[in-house]
């Protein structure tokens, strides 16, 4: 399963996760001195041909994720 999370982000520590076996949908992210940082929440993992190649759905997912991801570079390049 995959999570996302903008909080953390380009983070290079090692954290700790912790989740719930009844909702597998979001885990806490906690730092390693058990600070909270954030709640992360489980993204679908597309192939990078679903454009091209993939279902309407695919394309539609493809296209939400790179706009996502495109909107955090560009915020990333200002900082």
Known sequence: MHYRSDV????????????SLFDLSKVHVYSMK??????A???QKVHPMANVLGTVKDMEEY???YQ???KILKKAVKI
């Open 8 to 19: 953390i982000l380009g983070l290079r520590d090692k954290v700790y996760v912790r989740y």
């Open 41 to 43: 929440h489980r993204v």
């Open 63 to 65: 296209k939400q994720q």
């Open 68 to 70: 996502r991801q495109q």
């Open 34 to 39: 058990g600070e909270f940082l954030c709640v």
